[in-house]
């Protein structure tokens, strides 16, 4: 159990052989404080302002000693604090200063929110400074997003990774103006934008532009092209390792809300070509005023959101909703007090409420969480409950975003692609492809969930797809043998995309937040080893 032999044996023989294990690591603990402890008063220092709380005490001649007061020897062994009924302890304490001036409530509130995150397992130091940033009101989620975004900042490199002599070079580079238009002040050399890991711009999103240079290892240049991608605010080394399974390729973060009005951040890992990508169209709306044009009447001036969080799997429920009503009619005059707009606001910005009534919000319908995500319409409607299309469109690739980084295979394969899309989901994949204009000749889908590929299939027969779907189950079935005869059968593969469960991954899971270790982020693998299976029989 940890206790240090010595303090084991002195209380064994102190309380007996007959005394209970807690019993013992009472008396072990109550000896280690006795000799931890100071039992001298600390005298206030001349400069230092005195705060003094003292208990009623006798004369000095009643006292154990005349020349300086004595904490009662036995207080901290005895347990009695600073006195209690019957058991007075004649105790003189000085207060630091910054302890002086309330609120404590405050105080209380703060060690509670870095408790938490320190018992989630990150760093003390990471998890104070995500309170102080983010202030007292910020949920658990946004005080580990902002740890995360502060450990990849520290972790990434913003150098370009030079070529090797002896490597051929295989760059892929964004457009870049002149070297004198370029942030850095160096000539020679061209730098990466420093903040693009912090603002998850990736190797550039439209309207934000990145002069980026990367190079690929040779194992990794051309087809099979392959797109991995996952939640982006993992485990502190869950990307890198990942990254070690994927031919040692960075990462690409990017955060959805460039593309719509809901931020999705999620990191990407691809061998796709990174010059000449282009967004769909038409542009789907980012901002909320944008979206949800008839909420503008009811929309409080107190709610400053212009976007939303990233949506997640479930809703709130009706008692929520009525619990914020009643609050907010509660409240005289238009404007709420201060208290009740922070309660609002943050259980608004928590779960993505939306007002659609004075005084009344609600949460998305699955209809606007398909227009969020760039779904069409009634895209999980159909043979499915409500909170199973919640749950499928909270899992989901946002196909602007996905579209964007495919969109350069648009002009390499204008007669259409074979592809082996891995986690399927509701189809995220086959969508953005179809929304981009790329033929899909033939595709096969490993998906576990029925309710997903009953999305899937009735997308592929509502849109008339010409190409064959292969439909699998469970992708720790798949062999090399199956993947030589799809390979045999087709020709090849030009694309290997998915992404594996995010469950140990995802910031929110206070549980079992294992990373790449976890029961069903462990899935990941099975990625890397489809993708080895592939790149072998098709080099054959």
């Not at 899935?523 to 080893?529: A, G, P, S, T």
Request: proline share 7%; hydrophobic share 35%; net charge negative.
């Amino acid at each position: 159990m940890g206790y240090p032999a010595k303090d084991a044996l002195e209380a064994v023989e102190k309380c007996g052989l007959q005394a209970e294990i807690t019993e013992l690591q009472d008396y072990i603990y109550a000896s280690q404080m006795e000799k931890e402890h100071d039992d001298q008063f600390q005298e206030p220092s001349d400069k230092d302002g005195i705060f003094a709380d003292i208990c009623p005490r006798p004369p000095h001649d009643d006292l154990p000693s005349r020349g300086k007061r004595k904490l009662c020897d036995n207080k901290v062994s005895q347990m009695i604090g600073f006195g209690v009924p019957d058991h007075p302890c004649y105790v003189e304490r000085v207060l630091p200063k910054s302890a002086l001036v309330p609120p404590y409530q405050d105080h209380a509130a703060k060690d509670m929110k870095v408790a938490i995150l320190v018992d989630m397992g990150y760093p003390a130091k990471d998890a104070l400074e995500a309170v102080e940033k983010c202030g007292l009101q910020a949920e658990i989620t946004e005080l580990t997003d902002y740890i995360y975004a502060a450990q990849m900042e520290e972790e990434h490199d913003v150098q370009f990774q030079e070529p090797s002599d002896e490597d051929e070079i295989f760059a892929d580079i964004c457009p870049v103006p002149r070297y004198h238009d370029l942030p850095s002040p160096s000539r020679g050399k061209r730098k990466l934008c420093n903040n693009r890991v912090s603002q998850m711009i990736g190797f550039g999103v439209p309207d934000h532009p990145c002069y980026v240079e990367r190079v690929l290892p040779k194992a990794a240049r051309g087809k099979p092209y392959f797109y991995y991608e996952n939640v982006a605010l993992a485990p502190k080394g869950s990307w890198k390792k990942i990254s070690s399974f994927l031919d040692e390729i960075e990462p690409e973060f990017v955060d959805s809300n460039y593309f719509c009005v809901a931020a999705r951040k999620r990191g990407y890992v691809h061998n796709l070509p990174i010059r000449n990508r282009f967004p769909l169209s038409p542009k789907p709306p980012c901002t909320i005023q944008e979206a949800f044009t008839d909420s503008k009447e009811f929309w409080p001036s107190w709610d400053p959101r212009t976007q939303l969080n990233c949506l997640l799997t479930v809703v709130s429920g009706a008692k929520l909703t009525e619990d914020i009503w009643k609050r907010l009619e509660s409240c005289p005059g238009d404007i709420p007090t201060k208290e009740v707009q922070d309660y609002v606001l943050a259980k608004c910005r928590k779960w993505n409420l939306i007002w659609v009534g004075r005084n009344k919000v609600a949460p998305l319908e699955p209809k606007e969480m398909e227009m969020i995500l760039g779904y069409p319409k009634n895209h999980t409607r159909g043979g499915t409950t409500r909170l199973d299309r919640h749950k499928a469109l909270g899992n989901s690739f946002q196909i602007d975003t996905v579209a964007y980084h495919l969109s350069v295979l648009k002009k390499e394969f204008p007669d259409g692609m074979n592809v082996l899309s891995l986690f399927s989901g509701i189809g995220g994949a086959e969508v953005a492809l179809h929304r981009l204009g790329i033929p899909l000749n033939n595709v096969v889908s490993v998906e576990s969930s029925e309710v997903n590929r009953n999305i899937l299939r009735s997308w592929w027969q509502q849109t008339n797809q010409r190409g064959t779907l292969i439909e699998i189950v469970d992708i720790q079935h798949i062999t090399i043998d199956m993947v030589g005869q799809w390979i045999k059968d087709f020709g090849g593969f030009d694309l290997v995309i998915g992404g594996s469960p995010c469950n140990n991954l995802a910031g929110g899971n206070r549980v079992s937040r294992n990373g790449l270790d976890g029961e069903l982020s462990s899935l990941f693998h099975n990625y890397h080893q489809i993708l080895h299976f592939v790149r072998i029989m098709m080099d054959r």
